[in-house]
Each structure stands twice: as structure tokens, then as C-alpha cells.
């Protein structure tokens, strides 16, 4: 029995000695981190939650310009030195353009202007006939030639009329006609009527349509205007010979209408340049460095021309002598590859910039990419922290909680063996005081004398 009652003791110190004490001081710790872990992972959420800047964009860099070659630059690089001239050309003068746009007489019947354009020709022979060449096809025994076929060798004014004519309406063949009456009218020689009517044809199998702009161009040309609107000198025949190949020369189904006027509107400044026999060329060249270019293009492509030939023309006077056509057309071909050279340049420089441009943009997007996931992985992080600290204070808790049951019931057990024990004292004693009540006084004892009785008085 006392080690039974020992044993409660014991546990009892110990825990009072050593389970509250730690397990207060556990919970105090544990409650302390927990906060502090709380508060730190909701400052470290605020900031997470917090939107991610992507920045801005760099500036774009700016297109390459288009590229201006000076007449130094090509007269440098055709004799490998510098040439000095008189004049300053990086404004040259403006020359009188012989090109100016004239109106569409009124429209008449396509028979009678197929018969005014036949006037002009001579009857039944070429160039208005086309040059047939029949040959017999088939033989008999005898030798004799049973069939003959026919294949037109030189197509003539009339085949490629009616030919212009097939895919057009009947309005624009009107059209057509009247610019091919205009143009034929206002050359002398057949020939060089002929080169008219046909270089009227081929623009428009060139634009597969009416060519409005570039026929109002050619016959501008032919019959140039004052600035009064009366009618100015026209040009030799020789000079509308030199166009009308050229406008065959050149190739323009790749060129707009606008391109090509602005490059016939400006020949008149490059005849005065060069003779007859080199104009067709000369006027070539300047075609190849205009024809893949837009009107405003072409017009400072050409005026850049001008102001080189000029030059070359000024640094051969000074030289006593003449320009000869092949140098007039290298000096050409030469203003062509320094203007691509230096275009090309500046392309690449624009690339690099655009490269480099799309490299800032990359960096800055990783950058983005890299903050934003740190950003939704701190979110996680925290929210595990703050879910951790709250679950270990809750199992602490939980625990404390158990060893403060487990105390409790044990308390109250040996509160209940304690009663019991005391009920089952207070039951013995009430039963021996009952039982004492109940039972005979046994008799006295004989002594050797004689003894006061207790009952009696003294």
C-alpha cells in the first residue's frame, strides 16, 4: 500500500518538474517562431502577390534611308581619284522637262480611226501589212503542192492593232486608237510611225490594260506644251525615233505607270547629253537603275544621274574632250553599284539594330519570365510556411491538450479512490460506534479493595 500510493507522487513531481515546465517552454517557442514565421511569409506573400513589370519596349530603330550617291563618289571611283569641277551639283539646276500631259481628243467610231491610222501608211505593204512567208506544206507524186501553209514573220501595224485590240472594251479600243492617231500623225517617216504605233501596243500588252498615264506621257512628249498651254516646238523626228526604241527597249510590266512617266518626263534633260546614235543606251542604263522604284524614287534617282553626267561631262571639258557614250553608261552602271553598296550597307546596319533590338526584348522577357515564376513559387512557399507554422502550433496544442486530459483523468481517479476510501472509513467507524451502542457493558473486575462506583456521586 504505500507504494502503491508512492508511485502517483512521483508522476506527479515529474510532471510538475519537468513535463510543464518543458512543455510550456515548447509551446512559448514554438508559438514565437510560428508568429514570426507568419508575419515573415506574409510580408514575402504581399510582395508576391505584387504585379511583375514586363517594361518597356526599346525604342525601334529607325528604317534605313534610301541612299544618295554624289557625282564625286562615282567619278572617284571610276578613275580611282578625286575629280574636281566647277560647279557644285548637289543641287543642280532644273532643266525644262520636254514631257507634259496632254488630254484624249474626243472618241470616235473604231472603223473610222482604223482607216485614219491605215492613212498614214502605205496601202497593201509592209509596215502595215504584216510579212507573211507561205511555203507548201505538202506534195503530191507529181511534185506539185497539194497545200501551202503561211507564218507571219513580221507582224505589221495592222496585226498588232487588232491584236492590242482583243481583251480591251470597245471604249478603251477607242481610246487606243485615238493615242495611236495622235502619236502616228506627229512622225514623219513611215518607219518611225510604225516604231510609234507599235510602242503604243506594246505598253499595253506591258500593263495587260489601257495604259492611260504612260500614253499620256508619250504623246505629251511628242507634242510638248508651253508653259501658256500653247503648243511648243516639237522635237526631230531622230529624238521621237530614239524614244519610240527605247519604250521598246526597256522592259515594264514590273514598273508602274507613274514610274515610267516620270522616266520619259526626264529624258529630255539626258538627250542634251548625248547624240542620237548612244541615246537608246544611254537611255537604257538610266531605265535599269529607275525601273524598280517608285515615281518619287525614280525622279531623285534620275536628278542624282543628271548630276553625275554633268559632272563627268564638266571634268572632260576641263580635259579638252569629249564624253564618249560607253563612258556616259559605266558612269551610269557605277552610280548603280555604289547606290547598292551603300543601300545594302545600311540595311545591314538596320538589321544589326533590329537584331540587337530583339535581343534587349528577349533579355527583358527572360528576366520577366525568371521574376514572375520566383514570384508564383514564393507564393507557394509561403503559404506552405503559414500553413506549417499554424499546423504546428495546432498539433502542439493538440498535445498539451492530451497530456492536460491524461493529468485530469488521472487526478480524478485518485479523487474517486480517495472518496471511496473516506466513504468506506466513515461506513466502518458508523458500524463499530452502532455496534458498541448495541452490545452489554461486561462486568467489573474484583479488585483488592472496595472501589467507587462511576454512577454514584461522590
Known amino acids: 500500500m504505500p507504494e502503491s500510493q508512492d508511485h502517483p507522487e512521483k508522476l506527479d513531481r515529474f510532471e510538475r518538474d519537468l513535463v510543464f515546465r518543458v512543455s510550456r517552454s515548447i509551446y512559448m517557442a514554438f508559438a514565437v517562431v510560428g508568429t514570426f514565421t507568419i508575419v515573415c511569409s506574409a510580408l514575402v506573400l504581399g510582395y508576391a502577390m505584387t504585379p511583375t513589370l514586363r517594361g518597356f519596349d526599346p525604342e525601334e530603330p529607325m528604317p534605313p534611308e534610301t541612299q544618295n550617291v554624289s557625282p564625286h563618289e562615282v567619278l572617284a571611283a571610276m578613275t580611282g581619284e578625286e575629280i574636281q569641277v566647277q ?109 510609234g504605233l507599235w510602242s503604243v501596243t506594246d505598253l499595253k500588252a506591258a500593263y495587260d490594260r489601257y495604259p492611260e498615264q504612260s500614253l499620256a506621257g508619250l504623246t505629251g512628249l511628242l507634242r510638248p506644251m508651253n508653259a501658256d498651254g500653247s503648243a511648243g516646238p516639237p522635237p526631230p523626228d531622230d529624238y521621237k525615233s530614239t524614244i519610240f526604241k527605247t519604250v521598246l527597249e526597256i522592259t515594264k510590266a514590273s ?83 555604289l547606290r547598292l553598296a551603300k543601300q545594302q550597307n545600311a540595311e545591314w546596319a538596320h538589321s544589326q539594330a533590329v537584331a540587337e533590338r530583339d535581343s534587349l526584348i528577349a533579355e527583358r522577357n527572360a528576366t520577366y519570365d525568371a521574376a514572375r515564376e520566383r514570384k508564383i513559387n514564393r507564393r507557394r512557399l509561403t503559404l506552405l510556411s503559414i500553413l506549417g507554422a499554424l499546423g504546428a502550433i495546432a498539433i502542439i496544442g493538440l498535445f498539451l491538450g492530451l497530456l492536460a486530459v491524461e493529468r485530469n483523468t488521472r487526478v480524478l481517479g485518485q479523487l474517486a479512490e480517495r472518496m471511496v476510501a473516506d466513504e468506506a472509513g466513515t461506513v466502518a467507524t458508523d458500524a463499530a460506534a452502532e455496534a458498541a451502542a448495541t452490545s452489554p457493558a461486561p462486568p467489573p473486575e474484583a479488585g483488592p479493595g472496595p472501589q467507587a462506583s462511576p454512577d454514584l456521586p461522590a
Open 87 to 195: 560647279e557644285e551639283w548637289a543641287e543642280p539646276t532644273e532643266r525644262p522637262a520636254r514631257i507634259t500631259e496632254q488630254g484624249d481628243p474626243n472618241a470616235a467610231r473604231i472603223a473610222e480611226l482604223m482607216t485614219a491610222i491605215e492613212g498614214h501608211f502605205e496601202a497593201g505593204k509592209s509596215p502595215w501589212r504584216s510579212k507573211v512567208n507561205r511555203r507548201c506544206a505538202k506534195r503530191d507524186w507529181w511534185g506539185d503542192c497539194e497545200r501551202y501553209e503561211s507564218k507571219v514573220t513580221l507582224p505589221g501595224a495592222d496585226l498588232r492593232l487588232r491584236s492590242a485590240m482583243e481583251s480591251l472594251s470597245s471604249s478603251d479600243c477607242v481610246r487606243l486608237l485615238e493615242a495611236v492617231v495622235s502619236v502616228v500623225s506627229s512622225v514623219e517617216a513611215e518607219d518611225n510611225r510604225f516604231l
Open 255 to 337: 514598273t508602274s505607270e507613274e514610274t515610267l512617266v516620270k522616266f520619259l518626263t526626264g529624258l529630255g534633260s539626258f538627250a542634251e547629253l548625248t547624240t542620237n546614235e548612244q541615246a537608246v543606251s544611254l537611255f537604257t542604263a538610266v531605265w535599269s537603275v529607275v525601273e524598280a522604284t517608285e515615281a518619287p524614287e525614280a525622279e531623285r534617282r534620275m536628278t542624282e544621274l543628271l548630276a553625275t553626267l554633268d559632272a563627268l561631262k564638266a571634268s572632260h571639258a576641263q580635259a579638252s574632250a569629249a564624253v564618249s557614250g560607253e563612258t556616259q553608261v559605266q558612269a551610269i552602271a557605277t552610280y548603280a553599284s
